[in-house]
């Protein structure tokens, strides 16, 4: 499929999908003219690109990691190891630091809220 196919289907940019390639996230044939042509299984591989990037991962960890998930399923290819448990639990730690860091930032955002909602004492 072309560019523009690909981009319909998953809802990601021909910009994003031209990144992807340029960091070695995504694959494609040329066409005699030039034109980018990606198989069917493109449209899995970039759902999964969107979901790691939503993780909060970069290009270099997702390019990293790529290779040992699979794309329909994104459960772990059989050759995978330790290495993919590891990297991915190494993640989900940062994720749940992140979490409690956004907790903390909302609990002092309520108490500023709950102060600034209460009636003001009426000076005698």
Do not use: F, N, W
């Not at 939503?54 to 040992?68: F, N, Q, T, V, W």
């Not at 794309?71 to 590891?86: C, N």
């Not at 930032?105 to 809220?113: C, E, G, P």
């Amino acid at each position: 499929m072309r560019i523009g196919e690909l981009a319909r289907r998953t809802g990601v940019s021909e910009r994003s999908l031209r990144y992807y390639e340029k960091e070695g996230l995504l694959s494609a044939r040329r066409t005699p003219g030039g034109h980018r042509e990606y198989a069917e299984t493109a449209v899995d591989r970039v759902r999964r690109i969107q979901e790691l990037y939503a993780a909060g991962l970069c290009s270099s960890k997702i390019a990293e990691l790529l290779p040992y998930m699979r794309d329909s399923d994104g459960r772990p290819v059989r050759t995978a190891d330790e290495y993919l448990v590891g990297e991915l639990t190494v993640e989900r730690a940062r994720i749940d630091r992140m979490i409690q860091d956004l907790q903390r930032s909302r609990a002092v955002l309520d108490t500023v809220i709950e102060a600034a909602a209460r009636p003001r004492e009426s000076a005698p």
